[in-house]
């Protein structure tokens, strides 16, 4: 892009030399011949130097300075006072006030006014190479996080796929043993209980072959949405596989509190489901026999394992028992 330098005098001879000495420079050269003009220039134009006369009437050059340095959009453009009056150190200190980065006296002298602007061309050059490479930084910087996050998004669905069931969005088995582990931690750091249980699906084969995997899988969804909707946020729901659930009931210290929970979930687990499977309303009835095991502070390496058995065991004694039912082990 072509740097761009404004030139402000009121004297059109004076215009038309500077013309003629910036003729090589390189760069677009715009005139203005007031005050007022060269602001109005300054709106629709981003411009590397301006080259501003000082002595003009209505506004003069200190004036058109000062209204640039104010305005944030223009207090970076260079000025350079091109006049006579730069007679002593007051009216160079003036003009630096005013905003000016340097001046150049009158008459000009052609090798000095070439040089100076030159030099500004290069600064403003280089200023526009480091802005580009700040704004092209930046955007890699932007596209470097935007990597990172879906990276990250990546990696959390691969470790959620990897602990969770695909269908119904359960912790799987995986999960599960590590839930496990960390309440049995928990209770014998804080001597306190919780409660296991296993769930078996009564009837869930006959929906199966009946009514096709589609609504097995269905029915899987449904239950796995009621177990969620009766426990806790603290407690644990989890698929085993098939139609095997298991519960993590955290600190119930009574195991009557968690037999009467689960009695409750046999009854929501027997009320009617209503699926909807391929545009089909279907109505299948199941229940749920479940295996309950208290879990107290002991201090046993294999407890994780004694206790998984000893809710398995009740539950297959649930189902022995006439199903739809929950049994506690015992002790």
Request: contains cysteine.
């Amino acid at each position: 892009m072509t740097a761009k330098i404004l030139i402000v005098d009121d004297t059109p001879a004076n215009l038309v030399a500077m013309r003629r000495l910036l003729a090589r420079s390189g760069a677009e050269l715009i005139e203005a011949s007031s005050g007022n003009q060269a602001l109005a220039l300054c709106l629709d134009h981003q411009f590397a130097l301006i080259l501003l006369d000082v002595n003009m009437p209505d506004m003069d050059g200190f004036e058109v300075a000062s209204l640039l340095g104010e305005a944030e959009h223009f207090n970076e453009t260079p000025i350079i006072f091109v006049t006579a009056a730069y007679v002593d150190d007051m009216n160079r200190l003036k003009g630096y006030h005013s905003g000016a980065v340097d001046y150049i006296a009158k008459p000009i002298n052609d090798v000095i006014l070439q040089a100076k602007v030159r030099v500004f061309l290069e600064l403003h050059s280089a200023r526009m190479k480091l802005s580009e490479a700040m704004s092209e930084l930046a955007e890699r910087n932007e596209a470097l996080k935007r990597e990172i996050a879906e990276r990250k998004l990546v990696e959390e669905m691969v470790r959620h796929q990897a602990s969770h069931d695909a269908l119904t969005g359960l912790p799987n088995r995986v999960l599960f043993y590590d839930r496990l582990h960390g309440a049995i931690q928990r209770a014998n750091r804080h001597q306190n209980r919780f409660a296991l249980a296993y769930i078996d699906i009564d009837g869930f084969k006959g929906v199966n072959d009946n009514h096709g995997h589609a609504t097995g899988d269905a029915l899987l969804q449904e239950i796995s949405k009621r177990l969620t909707q009766q426990l806790r946020g603290n407690d644990t729901v989890a698929r085993l596989g098939g139609d095997e659930f298991a519960l993590i009931l955290e600190e119930i210290d009574d195991p009557q509190v968690a037999l009467r929970l689960c009695q409750t979930l046999c009854e929501t687990l027997a009320e009617p489901c209503h699926l909807r499977v391929n545009g089909e309303l279907i109505e299948v009835h199941v229940s749920g026999s479940i295996g309950i095991a208290a879990y107290a502070p002991s201090g046993l390496g294999d407890a994780d394992e004694q206790l998984i058995h000893a809710a398995d065991r009740a539950m297959y004694e649930a189902k022995r028992d006439g199903k739809n039912r929950c049994v506690l082990a015992t002790q």
